[in-house]
Structures are given as structure tokens and as C-alpha cells.
């Protein structure tokens, strides 16, 4: 009976020491995977060196702060989505409030690709800033967005839109 318990104990020990991993939930092994796992939100968008985009009483407005100062409510809550699974296709979607004359929830796909140093996305349609900028200068809106940070609750990115001037896109995951 003694060597019954003994065997009972020992088989408990190593069911408890080989059932616990310390890697239950991995963490994506690339940029690419650690980008499709999650859903991205906007928390922020600046621009660093501002555009006039209007005036009132005769001053240039020009906001470095588009997220509090031109983005609408519509676009505060938007998502965007990227695939990895062969397709490389990303979404931008209305997730609350719908901007007016939307027609869909989906209002932007394209498709995109890391670089091969993992440092850079690129975008064959742009997200939120590109269609003020191609509605104020009509520029391209396919971008290039350099990373600065990316784990698994932030996405940051900066990309250039010409005259010294960049905009930095701040995301937080949600999924």
C-alpha cells in the first residue's frame, strides 16, 4: 500500500510538473503574424509639420493634433485589419459610428506587404489621413508606414507625405 502512494504521488508531481508550459499562448513569431493577430484602433494621428487646412477670422488652421482637431467621430472608432494568410489583404472598418453617406461597415480594402527587414508596411490604398491629403493636394494614397513600435498592444507608425511633413498613426490592439 505504501509503494501504491508513493507511485500515486510521483505520477501527481510529474502530471503537474510536464502539464504547465510556460508557453501556453505564443506569441507570433513574426511582424506579420503579430499584426494579423490582432485588431487595430486609432488612439492618435499628428502630423509634424501642420498643413493649413482652412482659415477662421483670417488665422491658418493648421493642427499638428488630427485625431482630436480634424478626425470626426465617425473615424475615431474605425478598425483596421491586416490578413496573413497568403492573401496579405487589409481592412479598414466602421466598428461604432458610421460616417455620413457610408454605405458599408468595410470602407476600405487593399492589399499590403511587410519589408524584408520587417521594418516598414506598405499599403496599396491608404487608411484615414491619405484621403484628407489626396482630398486637399491630390497625392497618391498608397503609403509606406516606417514602424516605430509594435507589440502585442501597440501599433505605431510614421509615413511621409512630402514637404518635410509626416504624419504618425498610433494604434492600440483591441482584439
Known amino acids: 500500500m505504501r509503494q501504491f502512494r508513493q507511485l500515486f504521488l510521483l505520477a501527481i508531481l510529474a502530471l503537474t ?13 513574426t511582424k506579420a503574424d503579430l499584426l494579423a493577430s490582432k485588431k487595430w484602433k486609432i488612439q492618435s494621428l499628428t502630423i509634424n509639420n501642420p498643413l493649413v487646412l482652412d482659415t477662421v477670422n483670417g488665422q491658418p488652421v493648421a493642427p499638428t493634433d488630427w485625431y482630436n482637431n480634424v478626425l470626426g467621430d465617425c473615424e475615431k ?8 494568410d497568403g492573401n496579405k489583404i487589409y481592412t479598414a472598418e466602421d466598428v461604432g459610428t458610421a460616417c455620413p453617406g457610408s454605405t458599408s461597415a468595410i470602407w476600405q480594402v487593399g492589399s499590403w506587404v ?23 493636394y491630390g497625392v497618391s494614397i498608397s503609403e509606406s508606414w516606417k514602424i516605430t513600435q509594435l507589440d502585442n498592444s501597440k ?3 510614421t509615413f511621409p507625405i512630402g514637404g518635410g511633413r509626416s504624419f504618425t498613426y498610433t494604434f492600440i490592439a483591441v482584439e
Open 17 to 29: 510538473v510536464f502539464a504547465c508550459s510556460k508557453d501556453d499562448d505564443p506569441s507570433p513569431s
Open 155 to 157: 501599433l505605431e507608425v
Open 77 to 84: 472608432d474605425d478598425i483596421i485589419s491586416f490578413r496573413n
Open 114 to 136: 511587410l519589408s524584408s527587414d520587417e521594418t516598414e508596411i506598405y499599403l496599396s490604398n491608404g487608411f484615414i489621413a491619405s484621403y484628407y491629403i489626396a482630398y486637399f
